[in-house]
């Protein structure tokens, strides 16, 4: 099995350290190898490329060239859509600009950072899982199950978005899919949860302005979770820190400025796959999520 | 007769009268509304030039006016008077006034890159709405949008430190928008959020709080950036006026 280089960016450091935990668990649980990324720095998140589009290239490339110059890596592995996103950008406009990748060499030899010569790849955690193991694989490592419960799995933007980053989503069976996406539906239900008919899987949160335009944030939200709601959903799976956030808060926003509750839990789909690992609630980090599914998942006979 | 689908005129150009005499002919009553004409001269042909010296407006030359960001747009669903497919109609008309109508909604964009991932002609108008924010700020017809704020902040972070961390970076949004920090929602979710964390979490919160994380290796990194994108944005800038004076 290939190691990867693990990248978690800030956010895994700060607001979503329960997904950095879940992550970090699950993954030595199924038996894989990763190493942390040295000394990494910001990917730039979805603000710097406002500043100027070059800082979030830039950025992004120092962090591929650390895996791949000091680390001897040949591929990074990030669980946060924006990470990802920013990596996936980087590695496309380098590729596809000569401009581009001299810029970024000439900065990187000004700063002494290690250049970045697009001899690494970068893979969400889904992707690593599917290529690693996939739904069999998952299968066979099972030691428990997700009882049935109902999951409506959310993709949110980034990890499928611009679609022309992710050359190799969209290359028919086996591959992912920009449109409609399944990676994380399918291994999943290899660990014993229905994934409900969940027509936003792909919509958006709202990330970008979730404090610089919050009312428009929480109308996105409130979307999102009683549209899971209406499928039939008891649970949203997210993949991302920021999606995470964002339906956390504005949950509780919609609860508490409008009135408007919605009772649909939310969890990182590698919280969910501990479980079926036989992971422990404390491990995975999930009593500190804002939103409470201990009672529901003790009900469902997931956890004792 | 009365004027269907007044929505789709401006307020200011309809004329309302409880009774009006035309040429000596009385037409109160039904036919009592008038819409002034327009003529619009102010065509800018250099405004697309303009967008184009931005960060993310340097493909907007490219759009046929497809309607696909506008049909895919997040935003649009929630206000239909969020329109990238018009505002990039504007942009390569050289429409400012027009454009300008609509300047304190143009920043509401989410960045949810539906409109850059449906785009036939690789407008990449995610980009294009961000330009034309920053043009808006540029020349004074808004004031800073508080996302803008929330952005430089972020870099202001980065570019001391190699990374951010999440409590300052609120703490200081909030501060610069003069927005108070203890909004009911915001109390609720942080007291559910620290209700359950274990002990030596919050810790490590604090010690971060106090101890911004910070990325060993930066070094030199932060201020070469600093240069490079302040250089890019004085030539950007020098350009800008050498499109001005050429016109």
């Known amino acids: ?304 | 007769m009365a004027i269907h689908e007044k929505s789709l005129i401006e307020s200011d150009r309809i004329m309302e009268h409880e009774s009006l005499v035309v040429d000596g002919v009385d037409v109160s009553g039904h036919w009592n509304t008038m819409i002034k004409p327009r003529y619009i001269a102010d065509y800018d042909d250099d405004f697309e030039k303009i967008i184009q010296s931005y960060g993310g407006g340097e493909n907007v030359h490219r759009c046929w006016q497809c309607g696909s960001c506008t049909n895919s747009c997040t935003v649009y669903a929630l206000n239909t008077d969020f329109n990238p497919r018009y505002w990039i109609y504007l942009t390569r008309l050289g429409l400012k006034e027009e454009l300008i109508k609509d300047k304190d909604i143009i920043w509401q964009c989410v960045s949810c890159n539906k409109c850059t991932s449906i785009c036939p002609k690789d407008v990449r108008p995610e980009g294009v709405m961000k330009a034309l924010a920053h043009w808006l700020e540029d020349e004074g017809h808004t004031e800073t949008s508080p996302s803008h704020v929330f952005d430089d902040e972020f870099w202001a972070q980065v570019e001391k430190t190699g990374r951010i961390e999440d409590a300052h970076v609120i703490m200081n949004f909030f501060k610069k928008t003069k927005q108070p920090l203890l909004q009911p929602w915001l109390t609720a979710f942080t007291t559910r959020m620290i209700k359950h964390l274990p002990f030596a979490h919050l810790i490590r919160m604090g010690l971060n709080f106090v101890f911004t994380p910070r990325t060993k290796s930066w070094g030199r990194t932060g201020k070469v950036l600093r240069d490079y994108v302040e250089g890019e944005k004085v030539a950007a800038r020098q350009r800008r006026q050498q499109i001005k004076e050429a016109a």
Request: proline content about 4%.
């Open chain 1, 1 to 304: 099995m290939a190691k990867v280089a693990y990248y978690p960016g800030c956010a895994l450091e700060g607001s979503g350290g329960p997904y950095d935990r879940s992550t970090r668990a699950l993954v030595k649980a199924l038996g894989l190898e990763m190493v942390n990324l040295r000394d990494y720095s910001c990917c730039g998140a979805m603000e710097v490329k406002n500043v100027h589009p070059m800082l979030q290239t830039y950025l992004s490339a120092r962090n591929l060239a650390i895996a791949s110059e000091q680390m001897g890596l040949d591929a990074v592995m990030a669980p946060c859509n924006g990470c990802y996103h920013n990596l996936k950008k980087a590695e496309f406009e380098l590729a596809t600009s000569d401009k581009a990748m001299q810029t970024v060499q000439e900065l990187a030899q000004k700063a002494d950072d290690p250049v970045y010569k697009g001899d690494v790849r970068t893979l969400h955690l889904l992707e690593w899982l599917m290529e690693e193991l996939g739904p069999e694989g998952i299968k066979q490592r099972l030691t428990k199950s997700l009882n049935g419960i109902k999951i409506a799995n959310y993709y949110g933007c980034m990890y499928t978005r611009p679609r022309q980053i992710f050359p190799e989503k969209d290359q028919g069976p086996g591959s992912e899919s920009s449109y409609q996406p399944h990676f994380m539906d399918d291994l999943l239900a290899a660990s014993g949860a229905v994934n409900v008919d969940y027509p936003l899987k792909t919509a958006c949160c709202g990330g970008a302005h979730t404090l610089s335009d919050a009312d428009t944030s929480t109308q996105l939200v409130l979307n999102l979770l009683q549209s899971a709601e209406d499928s039939g959903a008891e649970v949203i799976a997210t993949e991302c820190p920021t999606c995470h956030s964002g339906l956390e808060m504005h949950q509780v926003r919609a609860e508490k400025e409008f009135g408007i509750k919605t009772q649909v839990k939310v969890l990182y789909f590698t919280q969910l796959l501990g479980l079926a690992m036989g992971l422990s609630p404390r491990k995975l980090g999930i009593h500190e999520n804002v939103s409470d599914s201990i009672d529901f998942l003790k009900e469902k006979g997931i956890i004792g």
